[in-house]
């Protein structure tokens, strides 16, 4: 599959002084090596604008040191019905609270849940995380009030981010309906939690600012 993003596509809606890349030698062995391509070349967003805030634990000093492993997590004790090796999934960062992490060695993304103590698959690598989030940068004109005055139809825009995002990567969205569909139940006291990728979305639809 070819690759979604490169540098040049992310510093076109991140400030480029924004995007932190770390030296080979500071990731683990055993990383994916397009993984390692992504987070030596492209790199993460640091910009308090976005939906993703990047683990401050990253940073020791003036230079990005390493990535904290999930077993480093506060309450890694309370997590139950984990995939084999978890523990060595390196910390990202959070989204809405719940925290995003990268099993090294098949490049996939995860978020855990804020208060579910278990994990969820985000996406199906590193590549595609970062594509939704160039695609929620380059249409935050359309959904931030803070950023534009005009709002033409958040609601629409967000369903279309959406769909773009399923095609690239349909992964976070198998069996899941949209937050605003009528056929969805978030809210009852059974309700399963809203997903990740759904509550940024909600945000979108809802506006943001």
Not at 16 to 24: A, S
Not at 35 to 46: E, F, I, N, V
Not at 71 to 91: C, I, K, N, R, T
Not at 123 to 149: I, M
């Amino acid at each position: 599959m070819p690759q979604l993003t490169d540098r040049s596509m992310m510093e076109s809606v991140f400030p480029p002084e924004k995007l932190v890349t770390l030296e080979e030698a500071k990731l683990p062995a055993e990383i994916d090596a397009a993984t390692c391509a992504l987070l030596t070349a492209t790199g993460l967003p640091d910009d308090r604008s976005s939906f993703f805030v990047l683990d401050g634990g990253l940073f020791v000093g003036e230079t990005p040191d390493r990535f904290r492993r999930c077993a480093q997590l506060s309450h890694f004790s309370e997590y139950h019905d984990m995939p084999e090796g978890w523990a060595e999934w390196l910390v990202l960062g959070e989204i809405h609270y719940d925290v995003v992490v990268l099993d090294p060695v098949s490049g996939a993304v995860h978020a855990l849940p804020d208060g579910e103590f278990t994990a969820r698959p985000l996406n199906q690598s590193l590549d595609s995380f970062l594509y939704f989030l160039y695609l929620l940068e380059l249409e935050r004109p359309g959904y931030d009030a803070t950023v534009s005055e005009d709002l033409p139809d958040p609601e629409a825009l967000a369903e279309s981010l959406r769909e773009r995002m399923r095609n690239a990567d349909p992964l976070p969205f198998e069996g899941v309906e949209p937050v605003w569909s009528e056929e969805a139940d978030w809210e009852g006291e059974d309700a399963a939690p809203v997903p990740t990728w759904d509550g940024v979305l909600s945000d979108v639809y809802e506006t943001v600012g």
